[in-house]
Every structure is written in C-alpha cells, then in structure tokens.
C-alpha cells in the first residue's frame, strides 16, 4: 500500500500515564517509533483516575458516544490528547474507570471486568466509525481489547467503515486470557452460537484472547522462543490449539524499550549521570540510592533488585524462598512492586527480619524506578514464564547486570557470562527452583570481587542495543503485508 498508514493503537493500559505492567511500556513506546516512521497513530486507552491521566492537557471531542451493551446502552465521552508524535484518546465513563486499578486489587480483579472491557472494546469501534476516522489496521494488545477483531469481524462487518481494515493482535502473555461466564458473552450483543460453537469458550468460559486469536487477521507475540512456547501443550495455557492453525499468520517481533526515556547518560531522575566508558557516576547512583532507602550497608556491598508485578509467573515465590539464603551472602535486596496480598505479607516480613538490608518499595513511581535500576548491581529475574521481558534490556542501559531463568525473551537476550564466555552479559539458570537462582546469584558475586571481569560484563550488557527501532521497521512490514492480503495483494 502507498501513503501514510494510519493504526488505531488499543490498550488498557500505557506508560506514563497508567501502568500495571511492561504492556504500558510497550503501549507509551512503540507508537511514538512507529510515528517516526511516518505512520499515523492514535492510541487508544481508558480514562482512568490516575495522576498520569489526570495531569494530561486533553480536551472533550466526543460527548454522550451511546454504546451499545446487551440489552441497552451506556453513554462514552471521548477526550484527546496531542502526545508528540501521535495522538492519544481516551474513552471515559466514570462508572467503569473511576477505580484504584486498572484490572483489581492485592485481593483479586474487578468483577465486572467482562463489562469494562467489553464497553471499551465496543467505544472504540463505535467512536471510530462516528468520527469518521479513516483506519487501515486496529492494532489490538492483551485480552481487554481482544474482542475488537471478534466484533470487526461480526457485528460491524456491514460498516463499509471497515471494509478495508485490517486487525493485529499482539498476545504479549497468553497466561492472561480474559476468562468470565459464558452469560457475559451476552454484553457484546452478539447470539449464543459464538459460545456453543466454541468461537469463544474455552473450558466452558467466555475467552476474550481465544475469540481475538481466531478473528484477528495478524497475531504477533514478542519473541520467537515464546513463539514456540505457546504453541506447546506445555506452556500454552489451552491456547496452542487455537494458535496452531493459525501459525501462517502467528509472528514474533520482540519488544524494545525507549532509549529517550531509560539512557543513564542523560536520565534526569538519577544523582549522576554516566556512560559505558565512565561508570563513575554509577556508584555515586549506588551510594544515593541506599542514602534514600534507608539502606544501612557499606558502598561496596552487592545491591540486588527485583522490579514487578508480584505474582508466581514472575517467580516472586521462588524469590522469598531465597531470601535467607541471599542475606547469608552479605548483600542487600530492594524490591519493587505490587501484587497478591500473599507476597505482601511475606515481603513486609522479611524486611522486619533485615531491617536496613532489605527493602520493599509498594509503588513504582518513575523517579525511584530509574534510581532503582542506576543503583543496583544486579536485576533478579527468576520468572516462571517471560513473554519478553524489558527489566533486562533496561538494566543494559544501566550497567547493571541481569541475573535471570532461561524462558521466553530472557533466554534470547541473556548469556551466560563467565571465562569460556567473556562476551556473555549476564547470569543464566535453568529449573525453576531457589537453589538454582541462589547459584546463579553466587556467580555473579565472584564476578563481582574481580573488578576486571565486573566491568566486562556491565560493558557487554551496555554495548547491546534493544531499541524499537527495529521492531517498529517490522510492524511496519506486517501492517502493509496485511493490508495487502485483505485487498487480494501479497498474501501475509
């Protein structure tokens, strides 16, 4: 296709402005690498309450969208946001996005997710198409906005609107589908033979992510071994048989961080800025960020970190299980993150047990984040399962190095640093198990008492370039091949 493509971005969540995990920092990323490369973008998000929404320059450029929802209908507004390179809108109803979080709390999700989710789904679409705003491709992310090619593909496949637009749904972790009663399918308006024919069931369910895997016209995930991973009975969370007819049209483009927003150089939340050719500035981050935590060890003592969401998938359990054994080594151990009441609980304990060397931070306000990954020496990223991972690709920037489990992403741009592997950048372990990042943590520490060998492996990690510079080329490539194929072009 010739001219400029013009993407409707969906998430439910993007970076700065609401966030509960590295979704929002693909979502706030990636649209501006693809406007650079004169793509049109529009992101599309919900008007939650947070202070980042709450403190954009927007203005009302819809008012009383009616949307349709089972029986009856609810009202949208639509606000609009100019964020640099692309514009930014944002559905609002007070009665779905007024609330704490984006999906739920510590103690479980929202109830009536299915409603929200289903209501913003639909208010884009029907914004779309009263506005008049000319879309080639819908770019879809996660189960919240997973029914978008589902309803592109039923309700509103009339809509001469839409009858040269294109669908892409990227499915940046499968564990997460969207499961809710069989009676919510009736929100989205649509009978009940997309249930009893399983378009959209899965264990007896409603499954927004397997109804958006078999409507959408493009799937990507967000890295070639996770790829592979989901489409094993193993790790594929029921979704492998889905996927794999589809796999023609199953790709993998592995996610990029933003080098404006995490370069060490030039980052304005850290005490001292630094480089790969002089990492000076690094230890003074160190010695201000123990200074801020309260952290009472000397400058040279390992500092560990562990940033997420805490829940099993991101190996958190097997984290608290080594915690002891992490504390015997002499180190120190700050944690970031939110997440099951569970974890909570045992994380406020173990910080009573080492006060001053152990630290749990609730919030991942950005100022302490980018202090966090300047002044550790070590990211721990034990995860059970990692799609992609972004916390190593930052820790890159930062010359701290990843200790991470061999899955998905992380075993695609983590290497085993040691003598036989002077150009590894980072510390690898395979089982899932405490023993086994207990180790890897003990390799890096003999790395770290040999000053020559340290500094190697922070160069190596610093040389690597993760940019969305290349991904955003091959979106790219994939947005014009689809339009393609829906116009009787190139297949896909």
Same mark, same amino acid.
């Given at each position: 296709m010739d001219g400029k493509l013009r993407v409707a971005f969906i998430s439910a969540e993007a970076a700065p402005y609401a966030k509960s995990?590295?979704?929002?920092?693909?979502?706030?990323?990636?649209? &501006?690498?693809?406007?650079?490369?004169?793509?049109?973008?529009?992101?599309?998000?919900? &008007?939650y309450r947070s202070p980042g929404v709450e403190s954009l320059d927007s203005r009302q450029v819809m008012k009383n969208l009616s949307v349709p929802l089972g029986e009856g209908k609810s009202k949208a507004q639509v606000f609009r946001s100019e964020e640099g390179k692309f514009n930014l809108f944002l559905i609002d109803n007070p009665k779905y996005y007024w609330r704490e979080s984006i999906y739920g709390t510590g103690k479980g999700e929202y109830l009536d997710n299915d409603e929200r989710f289903i209501f913003f789904n639909r208010a884009v679409l029907e914004f779309l198409l009263k506005a008049r705003m000319e879309t080639d491709i819908i770019h879809c992310n996660n189960w919240p906005t997973a029914l978008v090619p589902? #309803?592109?593909?039923? #309700?509103?496949?009339? &809509?001469?609107?839409?009858? &040269?637009?294109?669908?892409?749904?990227?499915?940046?972790?499968?564990?997460?589908?969207?499961?809710?009663?069989?009676?919510?399918?009736? #929100?989205?308006?649509?009978?009940?033979?997309?249930?009893?024919?399983?378009?959209?069931?899965?264990r007896g369910r409603f499954n927004f992510l397997k109804a958006g895997a078999k409507s959408a016209d493009v799937i990507t995930t967000v890295s070639s071994s996770y790829r592979q991973e989901i489409l094993t009975k193993k790790h594929g969370f029921g979704m492998a048989e889905i996927l794999e007819p589809r796999r023609n049209v199953l790709f993998s483009i592995r996610n990029g961080i933003d080098y404006e927003t995490w370069n060490s150089e030039k980052d304005v939340f850290i005490s001292k800025n630094y480089s790969a050719s002089d990492m000076k500035g690094k230890a003074l981050c160190k010695r201000d960020l123990q200074r801020e935590l309260k952290l009472k060890v000397a400058p040279r003592t390992p500092l560990l970190g562990f940033i997420s969401y805490l829940t099993s998938h991101k190996g958190v359990d097997i984290l608290l299980e080594s915690v002891d054994a992490l504390m015997n080594k002499n180190v120190a151990l700050v944690v970031m993150g939110r997440g099951d009441d569970l974890y909570e609980k045992q994380l406020i304990a173990a910080r009573k047990k080492y006060p001053g060397r152990m630290v749990w931070e609730p919030e991942g306000v950005p100022s302490r984040l980018h202090k966090i990954f300047a002044g550790i020496d070590f990211c721990l990223i034990p995860s059970y399962s990692e799609p992609c991972g972004l916390n190593q690709m930052v820790s890159f920037r930062y010359g701290t190095v990843p200790v991470v489990r061999a899955t998905g992403g992380l075993k695609e741009t983590v290497s085993e640093y040691g003598a036989n592997h002077p150009r590894g950048n980072g510390f690898v372990f395979r089982e899932y198990r405490s023993e086994a990042l207990v180790e890897a943590v003990e390799r890096g520490l003999r790395c770290y008492g040999h000053p020559e060998s340290w500094g190697r492996v922070r160069r190596n990690g610093m040389d690597e370039n993760y940019s969305w510079e290349k991904a955003a080329q091959r979106y790219l490539r994939i947005y014009r091949n689809t339009l393609k194929n829906k116009t009787g072009g190139k297949s896909v």
């Open positions: 995990g590295e979704l929002a920092e693909v979502a706030g990323s990636l649209p &501006k690498y693809l406007a650079s490369l004169g793509v049109e973008v529009s992101l599309f998000m919900p &008007k589902l #309803l592109l593909k039923t #309700l509103f496949r009339q &809509k001469a609107h839409f009858r &040269k637009t294109s669908s892409l749904l990227t499915m940046h972790n499968v564990a997460y589908q969207g499961e809710f009663p069989p009676e919510s399918l009736a #929100l989205t308006g649509l009978n009940w033979d997309f249930f009893q024919n399983e378009h959209g069931s899965l």
